[in-house]
């Protein structure tokens, strides 16, 4: 069997001197690029200064806590959580290999163990990062590209951060659970993306779209779906994509779903979107006053082109927050 530490990994190893230098014995035998931190004071602020780390290996010395505080911070924290965590605890401190994966660890050796076993261990969450850094590299792509696309219309710029700003609000105050709420962020984002087939002699037209131009419209819902199909990260997403113009009336596009057919996020998304094309201008007509906005989306609800219950709360939340959020969107989305 290859070697598993033939890799450019960067591993900091922090901790026990004794233990912490013979791993780095047993690594750099292997190839593997390591350094040592003798405390884990400064490691947060070693991290965010060199975000090349891959791999941390906490060799506690003495008390055990400060190194799973350091755990905790590292793993329960969004900007860093993809950094991989390994304990490595001598027999007298066994009783702390519950406390690490509580902290978040993503493994806990004990000592003694052979260098293969270690290797490998090692190897494996490294694995898992690597595999975890592509996922989130796919997300990235179709997010850019979703922008690019957007992009190609001056009268949509930033419509498609406003959406998924409006959405994820929405969806905070109707109770929806943190993954709920994370494919809000992004299906608000990309739910336009299969607009990519739409040429822009008519997504820039000032008129009315033929008949024929409006079908060609009407497909951006099941392309963009399409699109994301092969990506098992967007499982969540792909709903939002290909629901967000049907209505709870049955009047909608591209399956016509009704009612319970219908599920909640892409009837959150339905709103925010409606929402922002009423209040920025298009090559049509202008952007239409809030008053008048509220009056379409009422109108909307009574005939259950829009779920009720979502336009009294998007409503409530434009009224509240709009123009924060509004600024925010010009400067990213933090959600």
Same mark, same amino acid.
């Given at each position: %069997?290859?070697?598993?530490?033939?890799?450019?990994?960067?591993?900091?190893?922090?901790?026990?001197?004794?233990?912490?230098?013979?791993?780095?014995?047993?690594?750099?035998?292997?190839?593997?690029?390591?350094?040592?931190?003798?405390?884990?004071?400064?490691?947060?602020?070693?991290?965010?200064?060199?975000?090349?780390?891959?791999? #941390?290996?906490?060799?506690?010395?003495?008390?055990?806590?400060? /190194?799973?505080?350091?755990?905790?911070?590292?793993?329960?924290?969004?900007?860093?959580?993809?950094?991989?965590?390994?304990?490595?605890?001598?027999?007298?401190?066994?009783?702390?290999?519950?406390?690490? /994966?509580?902290?978040?660890?993503?493994?806990?050796?004990?000592?003694?163990?052979?260098?293969?076993?270690? #290797?490998?261990?090692?190897?494996?969450?490294?694995?898992?990062?690597?595999?975890?850094?592509?996922?989130?590299?796919?997300?990235?792509?179709?997010?850019?590209?979703?922008?690019?696309?957007?992009?190609?219309?001056?009268?949509?710029?930033?419509?498609?951060?406003?959406?998924?700003?409006?959405?994820?609000?929405?969806?905070?105050?109707?109770?929806?659970?943190?993954?709920?709420?994370?494919?809000?962020?992004?299906?608000?984002?990309? @739910?336009?993306?299969?607009?990519?087939?739409?040429?822009?002699?008519?997504?820039?037209?000032?008129?009315?779209?033929?008949?024929?131009? %409006?079908?060609?419209?009407?497909?951006?819902?099941?392309?963009?779906?399409?699109?994301?199909?092969?990506?098992?990260?967007?499982?969540?997403?792909?709903?939002?994509?290909?629901? @967000? @113009?049907?209505?709870?009336?049955?009047?909608?596009?591209?399956?016509?779903?009704?009612?319970?057919?219908?599920?909640?996020?892409?009837?959150?998304?339905?709103?925010?979107?409606?929402?922002?094309?009423?209040?920025?201008?298009?090559? /049509?007509?202008?952007?239409?006053?809030?008053?008048?906005?509220?009056?379409?989306?009422?109108?909307?609800?009574?005939?259950?082109?829009?779920?009720?219950?979502?336009?009294?709360?998007?409503?409530?939340?434009?009224?509240?927050?709009?123009?924060?959020?509004?600024?925010?969107?010009?400067?990213?989305?933090?959600?």
């Amino acid at each position: %069997m290859a070697s598993p530490g033939t890799t450019t990994e960067r591993i900091l190893l922090v901790g026990s001197a004794d233990v912490a230098s013979g791993l780095e014995r047993v690594l750099k035998a292997h190839f593997w690029t390591c350094t040592l931190a003798e405390t884990p004071s400064g490691v947060l602020r070693r991290i965010r200064n060199h975000p090349e780390i891959d791999l #941390l290996v906490l060799a506690p010395e003495g008390s055990v806590h400060p /190194y799973l505080e350091l755990c905790r911070e590292i793993k329960f924290d969004a900007r860093r959580a993809l950094v991989g965590v390994i304990f490595v605890i001598r027999l007298g401190q066994a009783d702390s290999r519950v406390e690490a /994966y509580e902290a978040g660890a993503d493994d806990c050796i004990q000592l003694p163990a052979p260098p293969q076993e270690i #290797l490998l261990r090692l190897s494996n969450v490294l694995r898992i990062k690597h595999a975890t850094n592509l996922l989130e590299d796919s997300t990235a792509v179709i997010i850019s590209l979703a922008s690019a696309i957007e992009g190609r219309d001056a009268y949509t710029h930033g419509h498609v951060e406003r959406v998924s700003l409006y959405a994820v609000e929405i969806g905070r105050r109707v109770g929806v659970d943190a993954g709920g709420l994370e494919a809000l962020k992004i299906g608000g984002i990309v @739910h336009d993306i299969g607009k990519i087939v739409i040429p822009d002699s008519i997504l820039h037209k000032p008129g009315k779209l033929t008949d024929v131009e %409006m079908e060609l419209v009407k497909r951006h819902p099941v392309i963009g779906y399409d699109i994301l199909q092969p990506l098992r990260t967007f499982a969540e997403v792909r709903p939002i994509v290909r629901w @967000h @113009h049907e209505r709870p009336n049955g009047k909608g596009y591209p399956d016509g779903l009704a009612s319970d057919q219908l599920p909640l996020l892409p009837r959150i998304v339905a709103v925010a979107d409606w929402y922002d094309a009423l209040t920025t201008p298009r090559p /049509y007509r202008p952007a239409l006053s809030t008053s008048k906005c509220r009056d379409i989306l009422s109108a909307a609800a009574e005939h259950e082109d829009l779920d009720p219950a979502l336009v009294a709360v998007l409503l409530e939340v434009v009224g509240q927050t709009a123009g924060t959020m509004v600024r925010a969107s010009t400067v990213g989305i933090s959600v």
